[in-house]
């Protein structure tokens, strides 16, 4: 049995949902076809696929066979793309997980562009703020924020992110506004919470030397990113909200920025991927592209010329259970 070709054939099959349909697109006959699967299948010792007349189905373990199947062979176009020098033109599957509000607000709003520039690289965009596990998963890359801890992954930098303490007017219709972090606790706050432990994050002030850490009892928590600016808006309370989001708002007046003085620490965006990814010519345009995207975003850029002071290609080791950024 040629194991590659079988592979090769399986997948086909997985995507078209019949012998038929996968033998046409192959130029073979539909024997050889089913024979290839056949056989595959008798050298795991497990069935991938059930058959019906018309169609067919993956199993269980035809589903987790097919995905370890894409990665194998994008991998192997990978190896024939680099010895044949196309590395220039990238192409084939490429996975990027990403919290919602940066995906929503920065990064699908570009996609065209990076489209145009990589029209052969077809993009599997995972849009959620839960934790992942790249290796499991199959996830070729993650734009998360947070801090870093040694392990084996690698990130690239691409950004920092300020915060801003606002509230809607509806809100504060009828009270009195914080003056000092310590008079948030009389407030209703907007705050967030880990979808893995259940705990809100406390909100985080400083001012010079000073810090201080506010751990909000009552109000609404959410584990979204966009629902947090939503509930924001709609009036439920206090909290703290990247500035690139809030302050479109503080020009319309629906939302008031206050304690202007008392800023959290920047919330630090990194590209992170497993080490031996970065060869692949699909992620290695990818992250260019976004390094340049994710500058126009950062709280450190100088104003005059828009250039962020330190976009560094800085390798550094994450853990694998890396927290989602908000």
């Known amino acids: 049995m040629d194991q590659l070709l079988a592979i090769r054939t399986f997948v086909r099959v997985a995507e078209a949902g019949s012998f038929a349909k996968a033998a046409d697109s192959?130029?073979?006959?539909?024997s050889s076809v089913s024979k290839m699967v056949q056989?595959?299948?008798a050298h795991l010792g497990t069935k991938l696929v059930e058959r019906t007349t018309r169609s067919v189905a993956m199993t269980k373990e035809g589903i987790a066979y097919h995905e370890r199947a894409l990665r194998l062979l994008a991998d192997l176009d990978d190896m024939d793309g680099t010895v044949k020098g196309s590395r220039s033109t990238p192409k084939g599957r490429l996975r990027v997980d990403i919290g919602s509000v940066l995906a929503n607000r920065i990064l699908i709003p570009?996609?065209?562009d990076f489209r145009r520039g990589y029209p052969d690289i077809e993009l599997l965009l995972g849009v959620s703020d839960r934790a992942t596990d790249l290796i499991g998963e199959g996830i070729d890359c993650v734009i998360r924020g947070g801090a870093l801890a040694d392990s084996s992954l690698?990130?690239?930098?691409?950004c920092e992110l300020d915060y801003v303490v606002c509230a809607a007017p509806s809100y504060l219709d009828g009270r009195e506004a914080p003056r000092h972090?310590?008079?948030?606790?009389?407030h209703q706050v907007v705050s967030y919470f880990s979808a893995t432990s259940g705990k809100r994050f406390p909100l985080r002030f400083a001012r010079g030397a000073e810090r201080l850490e506010i751990s909000p009892s009552g109000g609404i928590a959410v584990n979204e990113s966009t629902a947090h600016l939503?509930?924001?808006?709609?009036?439920?309370?206090?909290?703290?909200?990247f500035g690139f989001l809030a302050r479109q708002h503080f020009g319309d007046g629906t939302l008031v920025e206050m304690l202007p003085d008392w800023k959290p620490e920047n919330h630090v965006l990194h590209l992170v991927y497993p080490p031996d990814r970065f060869e692949n010519p699909r992620l290695r345009a990818f992250t260019e592209w976004a390094v340049q995207l994710f500058a126009a975003f950062d709280a450190r850029r100088q104003d005059d010329s828009g250039v962020p002071s330190s976009i560094l290609m800085?390798?550094?080791s994450i853990p694998g259970n890396f927290?989602?950024?908000?």
């Open 181 to 186: 972090p310590d008079d948030v606790a009389g």
């Open 154 to 158: 690698k990130a690239r930098r691409l």
């Open 26 to 30: 192959m130029n073979l006959p539909r």
């Open 314 to 316: 800085d390798n550094v």
């Open 323 to 326: 927290s989602p950024g908000r």
């Open 230 to 241: 939503t509930a924001l808006l709609s009036g439920l309370g206090i909290g703290q909200s």
């Open 39 to 41: 056989d595959l299948e």
């Open 110 to 112: 570009a996609l065209d």
